[in-house]
Nanobody
Framework: QVQLVESGGGLVQAGGSLRLSCAASGRTFSTYVMAWFRQAPGKEREFVTAISRSNSTYYAESVKGRFTISRDNAKATAYLQMNSLKPEDTAVYYC???????????????WGQGTQVTVSS
């Protein structure tokens, strides 16, 4: 089992930036696909982005060009750089790990506790 801990959330004005971090326990971080999901109040948890073991990436259309996912295997940490934030990006952001790069929430087996991102207009 991999334990994931997110950090870096907060309150930011529209147009601003935040960088989220997801620190993983264990020595197998490099073998996992890492992903970010988000859940806004009253909505289902949705896919944001994912990065494969070989650093291939995939983004939801709503964040493409604004968000960047990356990973540092030496630090066992994944990152989500969020630029040009919009009020509709407000949500709890979760990192997740799995074996396959997919947008399907159920394919990810380990989840963090989430970090709140609030974008004011």
């Amino acid at each position: 089992q991999v334990q994931l801990v997110e950090s870096g959330g907060g309150l930011v004005q529209a147009g601003g930036s935040l960088r989220l971090s997801c620190a993983a326990s264990g020595r197998t971080f490099s073998t996992y696909v890492m992903a970010w999901f988000r859940q806004a109040p009253g909505k289902e948890r949705e896919f944001v982005t994912a990065i494969s073991r070989s650093n291939s990436t995939y983004y939801a259309e709503s964040v493409k060009g604004r968000f960047t996912i990356s990973r540092d295997n030496a630090k066992a940490t994944a990152y989500l750089q969020m630029n040009s934030l919009k009020p509709e990006d407000t949500a709890v952001y979760y990192c997740a790990s799995g074996l396959y790069l997919t947008v399907v929430r159920g394919s990810y087996t380990n989840w963090g506790q989430g970090t709140q991102v609030t974008v004011s207009s």
